[in-house]
């Protein structure tokens, strides 16, 4: 699953982040996020957009490993706490918490090797 997850990534506009797969099982991906030049604000800090895209496609990921590589759905809506700055690479944790008929709910949390950066919750649209 984790091979076909980042041939599907590698596919995708999300590729110019550089995340890699590092892990996929039932419910849960792990992406590792490297802090490359264009994802530095001033002050050499990773954006935030980079830990809110970074918890998007963990997330959206993470349903696939539930519903298939195909699976269409969609985010509807994210929500994330900053909690601290992060200057260097770092690892996007994601699982599924609730998997329903129409809504899928995931949460995902970005962290560096010395504390959390982000947590997120986010929440998708199946389509068929």
């Avoid at 076909?4 to 892990?23: K, P, S, W």
């Avoid at 994601?94 to 997120?120: E, K, N, Q």
Wanted: a negative charge.
């Amino acid at each position: 699953m984790q091979r076909d997850l980042q041939e599907l990534l590698e596919t995708t506009n999300f590729a110019t982040f550089g995340f890699r797969v590092v892990h996929a099982d039932e419910a849960r991906v792990r992406l590792h996020v490297p802090a490359q030049v264009s994802h530095l604000r001033p002050g050499e800090i990773v954006a935030g957009y980079v830990l809110v895209a970074a918890a998007d496609v963990a997330v959206w990921l993470a349903i696939k490993t539930l519903l298939g590589v195909e699976d269409r759905s969609v985010t509807i809506d994210l929500h994330t706490s900053f909690l601290a700055a992060g200057a260097s690479d770092f690892h996007c944790d994601a699982r599924i918490v609730h998997c329903g008929r129409r809504i899928v709910t995931g949460v995902a949390t970005a962290s560096d090797d010395a504390r959390d950066l982000a947590v997120h919750r986010v929440s998708y649209a199946r389509r068929e």
